[in-house]
């Protein structure tokens, strides 16, 4: 069975929306993306919660950043809520990805779960060039984004969160890493504030891993259906069974 490489951007601090969001749409998506403002709203109790209503994998997206110490203990206090990926920026440097891989695998171990795949931040999209010099890195954004990308695959990491444009050329410097895409969107959607954007079939054939898609799905007029066309436009049937790689 094809594996489902959609996971719905939950963006909301509301635990009752985010709850029925995922209830609706768990058939036909891989698994959902729950991010700061969620976290920062509904606390681990709120993961626990929406990981039951939908019975799906959790990307949560934290995007931790700390020195090494701190980072290594908040892996060790959300590896119970068993997220299948989880972010942490890879500006934190070798160590800080070093110390949250390790501290990964030893509180899996301890708990007889599978560690969470590890999944580097290069650069925010929000960043152009006059922003890294404002931060004191002179380097172009696509430099920059390459460099921490070759750090993160030293410090032994999963993936990286990329755009679709950048897809195909970091699978073939680093291939073992999975590319987690956003900035997706329909033949026939809106594109929101996204710059840009691919469709889910183009993304894949770009060589994207995972597709990160949000707005198409949540602020659809029937969410449901949003998530249902999406699937079966890159030839995934719905299942409950069904789970991301
Ligand atoms: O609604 P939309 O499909 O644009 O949501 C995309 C999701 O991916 C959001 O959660 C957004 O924060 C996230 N994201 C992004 N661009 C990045 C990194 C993450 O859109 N470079």
New binding site residues.
């Given amino acids: 069975m094809t594996a489902n490489p959609i996971f719905c951007?939950i963006?909301t601090p509301d635990l009752a929306i985010a709850s029925r969001l995922a209830a609706q749409i768990a058939d036909h998506v891989g698994g959902l993306?729950l991010?700061l403002e969620f976290f920062c709203a509904n606390g681990p109790e709120g993961v626990r919660q929406i990981a039951r209503a939908a019975g799906k994998d959790i990307f949560l997206?934290l995007k931790l950043h700390d020195i090494p110490n701190t980072v290594a203990a908040a892996l060790q206090a959300v590896i119970p809520l068993k997220p299948r990926y989880l972010t942490l920026h890879a500006t934190g440097g070798l160590d800080m990805l070093k110390a949250a891989r390790e501290a990964a695998y030893e509180a899996a171990d301890k708990t007889a779960a599978a560690p969470p795949k590890l999944i580097a931040v290069t650069v925010?999209?929000s960043f152009d060039q006059a922003d890294l010099a404002e931060i004191g890195v002179n380097a172009t954004v696509s430099e920059q984004a390459h460099r921490l990308a070759a750090l993160a695959a030293e410090a032994g990491l999963d993936g990286l969160?990329c755009s679709a444009h950048e897809a195909k050329l970091l699978k073939s410097e680093f291939g073992h890493l999975l590319r987690i895409v956003?900035?997706?969107r329909p033949a026939t959607g809106e594109v929101?504030d996204?710059k840009r954007v691919m469709t889910p079939a183009q993304a894949l054939e770009e060589g994207a891993s995972l597709l990160?898609?949000?707005?198409?799905i949540t602020q659809a007029a029937d969410p449901k259906d949003a998530a249902r066309r999406i699937a079966a436009d890159i030839g995934i049937v719905a299942t409950r069974a069904s789970q991301a790689q």
């Fill in positions: 951007a963006d993306k991010g997206d925010l999209t969160v956003p900035g997706i929101h996204q990160v898609i949000g707005r198409p």
